[in-house]
């Protein structure tokens, strides 16, 4: 079976289809173990990394892939758990992202982790917004769009970033302030959030920063009930 599996993949006049339907016979772990055996520097390697992160279903595979050194099959990785939306990849997704978040990260691959990680996440896992709210200090503006977007649509389980919203309202950066600012009134009960943009609206230095704490205190004056 192995060698029959090999001739199809090698074989460049063969079809992705066919070369899929090569695998497709395989169970997981034998998938897995194909990428031992083929690494990505080989053509064989190459052939079964093209098939698995184009067609593929194999999330087990995929997630080895997303930690091998090459950055295009890793990134097709991503995009194919990301089509797939299988929980069982989202502690991997979790993972790597911290990863990239705590070196020298390229925001194309953080952007489509988050999207990842969204595709992945089922509520209840809230490991999964306390690993997104940390793209809020990316350097790129899209990344901490796509954070504060995601965290938004996580609903309720975004509440337990709620501290860490509020240790990011001092960091260095007036853009990260800023993102935090506007995010904490939207994930956390007025409790948490006012006294902190009332702090805010009288203590930064940034004027932007202080025009969101202001709408954050408008907002909740708006919440208030009439007398």
């Known amino acids: 079976m192995?060698?029959?599996i090999t001739d199809m993949l090698s074989n460049e006049d063969e079809s992705l289809a066919m070369r899929l339907d090569a695998i497709s016979v395989l169970d997981e772990r034998s998938c897995v173990r194909l990428l031992d055996w083929f690494p990505a520097d080989t053509r064989l390697g190459r052939y079964?990394?093209?098939v698995l992160v184009t067609e593929g279903a194999v999330v087990d595979a995929l997630c080895v892939i997303l930690w091998e050194g090459q950055g295009l099959f890793r990134l097709a990785a991503a995009q194919r758990l990301t089509e797939l939306g299988d929980p069982d990849a989202l502690p991997e997704?979790?993972?790597?992202l911290n990863r990239q978040l705590n070196g020298r990260a390229q925001p194309g691959m953080v952007l489509t982790?988050?999207?990842a990680i969204y595709a992945?996440?089922?509520?209840?896992?809230?490991a999964a917004p306390r690993a997104v709210v940390e793209a809020l200090t990316s350097h790129s503006p899209t990344v901490r769009r796509a954070a504060g977007t995601t965290l938004r649509r996580m609903g309720r389980d975004a509440s337990v970033v709620g501290a860490r919203l509020v240790e990011l309202l001092d960091h260095d950066d007036e853009q990260v302030r800023f993102e935090a600012a506007e995010l904490l009134p939207e994930l956390t009960p007025p409790s948490v959030y006012v006294p902190h943009m009332a702090r805010l609206l009288r203590e930064d230095p940034d004027l932007l920063v202080r025009w969101i704490a202001n709408d954050g205190l408008d907002h909740h004056t708006d919440q208030l009930p009439a007398a």
Do not use: D, H, S
């Open 93 to 96: 997704l979790i993972a790597l």
């Open 2 to 4: 192995r060698r029959t």
């Open 113 to 115: 982790l988050i999207k």
């Open 48 to 50: 079964l990394r093209e």
């Open 120 to 126: 992945c996440w089922m509520p209840g896992a809230v």
